[in-house]
């Protein structure tokens, strides 16, 4: 099994980015997918999740109206499309594989000027 994730990198604020998780191993279409994040000196905190049907179940409210999570199971890739950021959003995020608890290693967002 593997998740890795890209996209990552330093943008100033109110800037977009949109981070991808490729994954591989497992039978992707099926499960749920979440994306983390956590900031220096604080815990990693759940971001958003969708459904393996490409809805969205959850999205934290420091972030609702500026990203999006979305899928495309042919290709077994999540996306977390972010826009207006911050820069409290600064951090790694990471890909999580709900249902085995299975982590990308993260790609690190900097949002600054």
């Known amino acids: 099994v593997q998740l890795v994730e890209s996209g990552g990198g330093l943008v100033q604020p109110g800037g977009s980015l949109r981070l991808s998780c490729a994954a591989s191993g497992f039978t992707f279409s099926i499960y749920a997918m979440s994306w983390y994040r956590q900031a220096p000196g604080k815990e990693r905190e759940l971001v958003a999740t969708?459904?393996?049907?490409?809805?969205?179940?959850y999205l934290a409210d420091s972030v609702k109206g500026r990203f999006t999570i979305s899928r495309d199971n042919a290709k077994n890739t999540v996306y977390l499309q972010m826009n207006s950021l911050k820069p409290e959003d600064t951090a790694v995020y990471y890909c999580?594989?709900?249902?085995?608890?299975?982590w990308g290693k993260g790609t690190l967002v900097t949002v600054s000027s």
């Open positions: 999580k594989w709900v249902a085995m608890n299975y």
């Open positions: 969708i459904r393996s049907t490409g809805i969205s179940t």
